[in-house]
């Protein structure tokens, strides 16, 4: 099939910068084909070590695979580097999903024939809730998915609204990254509706597949399990699928040094769930 075409796209984010996309694509000029959006989660950005291997090998089997940087992702030009500091303190889920819509909505008035979404950890929540109230979308993957955003201890939210901030420190870096009270006032506003993940799991009616690394050190492997125990409370019939022996990130770190065997099962099984829901 050849090298898919790699081109870089600037839309407008919900904070009025830039939302920065990468569009892979082997189509033709003029040619419909299926898109796949590729939501990446908290701390991570569309460079992020799997991400550019994910989107590629998605182009290679058909798809238009768009990766992009959340509003509130920080990662600035160079795609590599938390440079957007003001941008990273106020981000917000609500935000997340506006961006996610605005990505779509270009998706979809160029043409595409059909909508997937791919989202891990935090950005599999946001597919979720994108999924749930959006019927362009029509099939769901998420990897490692949180089953709710509110997940720091009491004591660290109460230092969040006494001191307006909670400290993220990029292991990668260390570098300090300040989280505002954007985030905690959206989540504590929106956690019973607009941002119920479990309860958005209940509405998905399109194909559905759930994986979880048996050994996640992040998100718990009972969120994948809530998710698809809520999918099958309504009228879908999520597929879990557990991968034993890894955790969060299937084996791969950032830089990208190559797969490992469970990344690879996981990214085999993703592309040929997608096949199948479109066929």
């Not at 009025?16 to 033709?28: E, F, I, K, Q, T």
């Not at 795609?79 to 997340?96: A, N, P, V």
């Not at 230092?159 to 990029?170: D, F, I, K, P, Q």
Request: charged share 25%; glycine share 14%; proline share 4%.
């Amino acid at each position: 099939m050849g090298t898919p075409r790699l081109a870089s796209v600037r839309l407008v984010g919900c904070d009025g910068g830039p939302l920065r996309l990468d569009v892979r694509s082997g189509a033709r000029p003029g040619e419909a084909r299926p898109a796949i959006v590729v939501c990446h989660g908290f701390k991570g950005f569309k460079d992020w070590g799997f991400f550019p291997h994910v989107a590629g090998r998605l182009a290679l089997a058909g798809f238009t695979a768009v990766s992009f940087n959340f509003s509130g992702s920080g990662v600035g030009k160079d795609g590599q580097s938390f440079d957007e500091l003001d941008r990273w303190g106020h981000q917000t889920i609500s935000g997340d999903l506006a961006d996610l819509a605005t990505v779509v909505d270009w998706v979809t008035d160029g043409g595409a024939s059909w909508v997937g979404l791919l989202g891990h950890s935090r950005g599999g929540g946001t597919a979720v809730l994108q999924a749930a109230r959006d019927g362009r979308v029509k099939a769901l993957v998420t990897w490692a998915a949180v089953c709710r955003y509110l997940r720091w201890p009491e004591q660290e939210l109460e230092a969040w609204r006494r001191e307006g901030r909670l400290e993220v420190v990029n292991l990668r870096t260390g570098q300090v990254l300040p989280v505002f009270r954007d985030m905690l006032d959206d989540l504590e506003a929106n956690q019973a509706g607009s941002l119920a993940i479990v309860d958005a799991a209940a509405r998905i009616t399109v194909p559905w597949l759930i994986v979880h690394g048996a050994d996640d050190e992040s998100v718990p492997v009972e969120d994948g399990r809530r998710l698809q125990a809520a999918s099958r409370s309504g009228a879908g019939r999520g597929e879990l699928m557990l991968v034993e022996g890894t955790g969060h990130t299937f084996g791969v770190r950032h830089p990208w040094a190559g797969d490992s065997p469970e990344f690879d099962r996981v990214l085999s099984r993703t592309v040929e769930f997608f096949a199948a829901a479109l066929s």
